[in-house]
């Protein structure tokens, strides 16, 4: 296991320090629940080691400063900064390791720290303490995926194809495929700034997964689906599972998750509060 922590990619944070000797402690970090027996216990692809994600946030106000207009209006006439400087602890010590052909549902209250735990593991935001070990390179796909706007869906599908390491031949023989599996149709070939939210989620969709990843994390990208369209990215996503990927999905339709997931983490002011099978996880969920 030390050996294989080795090799999978680091993003680390101010501690623990020492690569060697931490490698042997990450290698068997606790469980906070009872994983379900039919998860894969194959290789890890991701290990999240005592996780804490800190925001900054500058110009806060003052706790004396909550709700007071008056204040607000004089310091905006004054042009006065705020100087404070708030930190949010979004994520506070979480743990967990994930496996080959693992697709891991995310459910928590608003704020709980679902995306902030999946733009950590993508390797967006720095870890403020523990750290993050991914096998391959992982990829989000949220809501508010890098497509150009202003550039017609045609153009994004070759430039999105292109970001994501396809060569021009690649992209010749995905490109139809993407169009098909989007079903926006003749709207390809108008500006992205035109289409729906959903049409504009379905082909993010579309493009994010017709390349095979290693580690793919989707945040409420299929929120604005209809059905037909989820229930083809629910086949994608098994898809994906068989080629020995592991996905995590961040939706708040529990429906989507119970159907695609072999595993669910409930997370809960940015600790787990429980990890293992979909159905007792969610059950446990609406109760509490
Ligand atoms: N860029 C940011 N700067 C400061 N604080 C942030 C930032 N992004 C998120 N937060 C805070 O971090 C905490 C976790 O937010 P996060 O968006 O990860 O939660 P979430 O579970 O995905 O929420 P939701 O279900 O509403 O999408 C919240 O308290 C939020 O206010």
Known sequence: MAE????????????????G??????STPEPQDKRPLDVPT?????????LHIV????????ESEKGNAVNALTRILKRQGRPQMKEVHAV???TFVAYHGDAIGIVGRNGSGKSTLLRAIAGLLPPHAGAVYTDGQPSLLGVNAALMRELTGERNIVLGCYAMGMTPSEVRDKYQEIVDFSGIGEF???????????????L????????????????????TGDREFRKKSEERIRQIRESAGTVFLVAHDLRVIEQTCNRVIWLHKG???MDGDPKEVIAAYNKG
């Open 42 to 50: 194959g290789t890890p692809t991701v290990i999240v080691d005592d």
């Open 55 to 62: 925001y900054r946030v500058y110009g806060a106000a003052s």
């Open 21 to 26: 000797k931490d490698a042997k402690a990450r």
């Open 204 to 223: 993010r969709f579309a493009i994010s997964s017709a390349k095979t990843h290693d580690v793919l994390l989707i945040d409420e990208a299929l929120a």
């Open 4 to 19: 294989l922590t080795k090799e999978l990619s680091q993003v680390k944070g101010d501690t623990p320090a020492v690569p």
């Open 92 to 94: 506070k010590g979480v």
């Open 271 to 273: 600790k787990i509060k």
């Open 188 to 202: 390809v070939q108008l500006p992205m700034s035109t289409y729906s939210s959903g049409m504009g989620a379905r």
